[in-house]
């Protein structure tokens, strides 16, 4: 108990399928024993390449990201001299611990996925006039919910009343 350690981290997430990363995930964790719980925190960042949302072109982004948890900690601590330990009683359906090992891999990786832009742009953004963007067929536009086709009707109407 008590017991604070900082670490400096860096993976590639060698493999990962789900993320394209330019560089390794880089940051520094900070784990913390209070003898009931495992405190970690750190900062990370990485780049990654993701698709633009509207243009669908490949965009290099940088994510920073902060982890923030809490693991109970199951049994006798050694630091009070009984001669056991304790051990981290994650229950997560994914595990991030083997014995009382951190799976930096597992563990990072879900810190990247959670903070992966979910509509990423580029420098067009939705407005701009990006050479790249699909111009949708007149038919596709007009497509969609018959009430909203008759709220697209009242843009540009001045007030009756």
């Not at 990654?48 to 490949?58: F, G, L, Q, T, W």
């Not at 630091?79 to 056991?84: A, K, L, T």
């Not at 330990?85 to 090992?101: G, M, R, T």
Request: with cysteine; net charge negative; proline share 6%.
């Amino acid at each position: 108990p008590g017991t604070r350690l900082i670490f400096e981290l860096g993976t590639a997430l060698e493999d990962e399928e789900d993320i394209d990363l330019i560089s390794p995930v880089e940051g520094e964790l900070v784990a913390e024993s209070t003898g009931n719980v495992l405190l970690l925190k750190g900062e990370f960042k990485t780049k990654i390449v993701v698709e633009c949302a509207r243009c669908s072109k490949d965009l290099e982004q940088e994510v920073t990201f902060n982890m923030d948890d809490q693991f109970d900690v199951e049994g006798t601590p050694s630091g009070y001299g009984s001669g056991e330990f304790a051990k981290v009683a994650a229950n997560e359906d994914f595990p991030l611990f083997q014995q009382n090992s951190l799976i930096i891999d597992d563990y990072l990786r879900q810190g990247v996925l959670l903070n992966v832009p979910a509509q990423p742009l580029c420098k067009f953004g939705w407005e701009g006039d990006c050479p790249f963007a699909r111009e949708l067929p007149q038919q596709e536009q007009e497509t969609g919910h018959p009430s909203f086709q008759g709220l697209k009707g009242l843009v540009g109407r001045e007030d009756d009343s």
